[in-house]
């Protein structure tokens, strides 16, 4: 993606990248012929998307590396991410990650009850409303909230909660 100034029709230039600590991004950009500057600001969400995808903002500080794109989209892709129906069972002897036995201990932490997980029709309606590039990574996101908390549907109500305990409310 490219930004070009109005006024000279030039490439404008990255200048610098801001992240104030509320989940937000800007990315100020300068016309080399005018001066004249522009800054493109992006929502938690925006932010959030753009760094999972290893997007880099910004100039880069060494050169590209030989197959660096398709070396970084490999590295720790799981074959199933966005397939439905498909449990992790994860590496801890089915355990889901991050789950552990009990710091006083007692029996390991309970793993997501196995099973798919249901949408509702206005669920679905509302997930078709996702843009179709990231729709996926968003279901997964939600049917792994719901998995985690023992929710067999997934419904707008859910998927509000769900937000707002994410901290995505803003989106």
């Known amino acids: 993606m490219k930004f070009l100034c109005l006024g000279c029709d030039e490439v404008m230039a990255f200048a610098e990248r801001q992240v104030p600590g509320d989940g937000t991004m800007a990315a100020v950009f300068v016309c080399g012929e005018c001066g004249r500057e522009m800054a493109m600001l992006t929502n938690p969400m925006e932010t959030q998307m753009v760094s999972s995808l290893g997007v880099k903002v910004g100039g880069r ?6 197959m660096e ?3 970084t989209s490999l590295e720790g892709g799981r074959d199933d991410a ?3 129906g498909e449990v992790d069972s994860g590496a801890a002897g089915g355990r889901s990650p991050g789950a ?3 710091s006083d201990g007692g029996p390991p932490a309970a793993a997501p009850p196995p099973g798919p997980v249901e949408w509702s029709p206005e669920a679905v309606e509302r997930l078709g409303r996702v843009p179709s590039f990231v729709r996926g990574m968003v279901k997964r996101i939600y049917t792994d ?3 985690e908390r023992s929710i067999r549907v997934i419904t707008p109500e859910v998927m509000d909660t ?5 901290g995505l409310e803003g989106m």
């Open 100 to 102: 552990s036995s009990g």
């Open 145 to 147: 909230y719901a998995r």
């Open 69 to 71: 794109g398709v070396r």
């Open 162 to 166: 769900a937000r707002s305990d994410l």
């Open 82 to 84: 966005f397939v439905e």
């Open 61 to 66: 500080t060494v050169p590209a590396q030989p």
